[in-house]
């Protein structure tokens, strides 16, 4: 089966990023025809520049269009684009040479109409980069819901690295306007029309957070407010598994209070918890530097994600509010 590629990458200010993705493309060993559609979501730092580079090495088609979000961006990309499947790709991630080579086998053995893939810490990341790479995909911070094979919950695609077919898009007409939340939104509303999703182990990305301390935060704390919104529009993904850093969070006041009347067991647990994201992620990057990194990431994850969910929890799931006027940075027009 011969599957026409199309690359579609949503850009916001980030000339740098597309320069090293289009790096990447530019040194696929793989023989299979594909195209990059480039949409620049209203920015003021344009990517043109950098397209024209690579004109002559990739076949690209760049489009310029009033910021609305990456969700309306992709959906615009997808519209333009001449494939019969689409990649959906953030901007921040570097391909591997064979990407396109397993993606193509794996639709060729086992087609699905949506797949996602997991994303990895590249050799050239900084510490802070690869700590967080390791707590948004270990098994033991998110229950590998980001990109691994086995999960807490059946798995829903991520936009940093996800495949959607031409009659997927045109049944479910994309992505929504939420943000973030707009891709597990749009995986289940595609699994809800009967299509078949998948998750190819094999192709992966590497996903370059360029993000400090604060704007990790930021970012879990949206996740955290996304998830109650989501699970009020689809009830059937509700898991017990979103309230983990919630119930994290009040189990460490809750044991540091007993350490006060001489019971050590609880924060024994945590602590012991905590250890053992020490060790694994020391052991996966080969620094006990990153081990101690990713201490630091997953306690601002668990409590960035806890405070959001708890509060939007309350608004949306007890309350009933309407999650565009309670939470209006979450939805672009």
């Known amino acids: 089966m011969n599957i026409n590629y199309s690359f579609v990458i949503p850009v916001y200010n980030r ?63 997808m519209s333009k684009a001449k494939g019969e499947f689409f990649i959906i790709l953030d901007s921040d991630v570097i391909l591997p040479k064979d990407y396109l080579k397993q993606v193509d086998d794996y639709l060729n053995n086992t087609y699905v109409d949506c797949f996602g893939g997991p994303d990895a810490a590249h050799q050239s990341f900084s510490s802070t980069q690869k700590a967080i790479n390791f ?47 707009e891709d597990p939104d749009l995986a289940i509303r595609i699994k809800n029309k009967g299509f078949k999703t998948g998750f190819i182990e094999k192709a992966f990305v590497y996903h370059k957070r360029r993000i400090d301390w604060s704007k990790f935060y930021i970012q879990v704390n949206k996740f955290g407010k996304v998830r109650p919104i989501l699970t009020s529009w689809h009830p059937e993904t509700s898991s017990i598994a979103f309230w983990f850093p919630t119930c994290f969070i009040f189990s460490v006041l809750f044991s540091s209070i007993l350490v006060l009347m001489n019971l050590y067991l609880p924060i024994l647990l945590i602590f012991s918890y905590l250890f053992l994201i020490f060790f694994f992620s020391s052991i996966e990057n080969k620094s006990i530097y990153i081990g101690f990194l990713s201490i630091m990431t997953v306690l601002i994850q668990f409590y960035g994600y806890g405070i959001g969910f708890l509060k939007s929890t309350y608004y949306i799931r007890l309350l009933k509010r309407n999650p565009k006027k309670v939470f209006p940075e979450l939805f672009f027009e």
């Not at 911070?141 to 997927?168: C, D, H, L, Q, W």
């Open 135 to 181: 707590v948004m995909t270990s098994f033991l911070t998110t229950g590998g819901i980001r990109g691994k094979n086995k999960s807490v919950k059946e798995y829903e695609p991520r936009s940093f690295n996800m495949g959607i077919s031409k009659k997927a898009f045109l049944a479910t007409k994309g992505f929504g306007k939420i943000h973030p939340g």
């Open 15 to 77: 000339p740098e990023e597309v320069e090293e993705l289009l790096k990447s493309f530019a040194t696929f060993t793989t023989k299979i025809p594909f195209e990059i559609v480039l949409v620049e979501d209203g920015s003021t730092l344009s990517s043109k520049p950098i397209v024209e580079k690579f004109i002559d090495r990739l076949d690209i088609s760049y489009f310029e269009k009033e910021n609305s979000g990456p969700g309306d961006s992709r959906n615009h990309g």
